[in-house]
T-cell receptor, first 113, second 112 residues
Framework: GAGVSQSPSNKVTEKGKDVELRCDPISGHTALYWYRQSLGQGLEFLIYFQGNSAPDKSGLPSDRFSAERTGGSVSTLTIQRTQQEDSAVYLC???????????FGEGSRLTVL | GEDVEQSLFLSVREGDSSVINCTYTDSSSTYLYWYKQEPGAGLQLLTYIFSNMDMKQDQRLTVLLNKKDKHLSLRIADTQTGDSAIYFCAESMDQAGTALIFGKGTTLSVSS
């Protein structure tokens, strides 16, 4: 597609369940980023990939969060044993090489009940 | 550590100028960015400025950078209701990238 695609757009889950969020970046973009947007917290950096490797995982909030990227393209962000504080919009972005011009998807809104 | 601060809200009347301010802490920032997020949408790059510049103009947008005070501002001339959105300031550390560090965003509300 022409832009960054994220799925699902909305996810409601029960506390303790695992969720997977998917990001399909713009074709040819080598860098992929995950951010979390919560009310009052702005954009919180989670992780980025250059190709399939993740040089910087420092933003992942806990070991319940993990992400992978395969084939230099699609990425999945997995949250295990979800908690209510995980409720947020998870934004994915991609860029050509490591550039400040990020192209964002519309986000996946996660609600943990 | 890195930190980007912005005021949270700004309200202006249509036709007025809007000025959104941002301060950052890392003097080694190479590029500084302004992103815009419209309701229900992802962020979109508006403009950016290289750290060796002090001003950049792009149609109704003017970016001013005071590197000594680590202060960045975005001025929108003749503000329109369509400019209502959240505006994020962001910094990056070097040309090779690493992830952008964003501020919390300033919600601009434009009334007619």
């Amino acid at each position: 597609g022409a832009g960054v695609s994220q799925s699902p757009s909305n996810k409601v889950t029960e506390k303790g369940k695992d969720v997977e969020l998917r990001c399909d970046p713009i074709s040819g973009h080598t860098a992929l980023y995950w951010y979390r947007q919560s009310l009052g917290q702005g954009l919180e950096f989670l992780i980025y990939f250059q190709g399939n490797s993740a040089p910087d995982k420092s933003g992942l909030p806990s070991d319940r969060f993990s992400a992978e990227r395969t084939g230099g393209s699609v990425s999945t962000l997995t949250i295990q044993r979800t908690q209510q504080e995980d409720s947020a919009v998870y934004l994915c972005a991609s860029s050509f090489l490591l550039s400040g011009e990020l192209f964002f998807g519309e986000g996946s809104r996660l609600t943990v009940l | 550590g890195e930190d980007v601060e912005q005021s949270l809200f700004l309200s202006v009347r249509e036709g007025d100028s809007s000025v959104i301010n941002c301060t950052y802490t890392d003097s080694s920032s190479t590029y500084l960015y302004w992103y815009k997020q419209e309701p229900g949408a992802g962020l979109q790059l508006l403009t950016y400025i290289f750290s060796n510049m002090d001003m950049k103009q792009d149609q109704r947008l003017t970016v001013l950078l005071n590197k000594k005070d680590k202060h960045l501002s975005l001025r929108i001339a003749d503000t329109q209701t369509g400019d209502s959105a959240i505006y994020f300031c962001a910094e990056s550390m070097d040309q090779a990238g690493t992830a952008l560090i964003f501020g919390k965003g300033t919600t601009l509300s434009v009334s007619s």
